[in-house]
């Protein structure tokens, strides 16, 4: 019995940790689709991969992840903002790379919908989103 409360415990941890996440991309006009999440050659790593859509004139807010990201505009034109950096303008076919623990956010600046296939390479079991207010 005591097993089956702490399992149960541990799933609402790990629910209530996705709320957020799916409240603030619905509220921001972004659409985040895991498309794949593999181990990599390094113990306790991971690679992941995510479509990510911003609505025209929406925003992802500034947020970080705990490791690397390398993102590849697919369409659109995105307006990237890196923590101590200019804003940069990417279109379909451009890429950006992304640091460990860099604040950033990234707004649609046309007129039609915009997407990034993001690839991280972070600690397994770690969010990978932190959104900072």
Not at 78 to 102: R, T
Request: hydrophobic letters at 40%; aromatic letters at 4%.
């Amino acid at each position: 019995m005591n097993v089956l409360n702490v399992a149960a415990a541990s799933l609402l941890v790990v629910a209530g940790s996705l709320v957020p996440h799916a409240a603030q991309a619905q509220q921001t006009g972004t659409h985040r689709t895991e498309l794949s999440k593999n181990d990599i050659s390094i113990p306790g790593w991971e690679a992941v991969q995510l479509r990510v859509d911003i609505d025209p004139g929406k925003i992802a807010p500034n947020h970080r992840h705990p490791g690397e990201e390398i993102i590849y505009v697919v369409e659109g034109t995105i307006e990237y903002q890196l923590e101590g950096k200019p804003s940069v303008k990417l279109k379909a076919g451009d890429v950006l790379f992304v640091p460990k623990g860099v604040i950033h956010s990234a707004k649609n600046v046309g007129q039609t919908n915009a997407a990034e296939i993001g690839t991280y390479i972070v600690p397994k079991g770690k969010p990978l989103v932190e959104w900072i207010k």
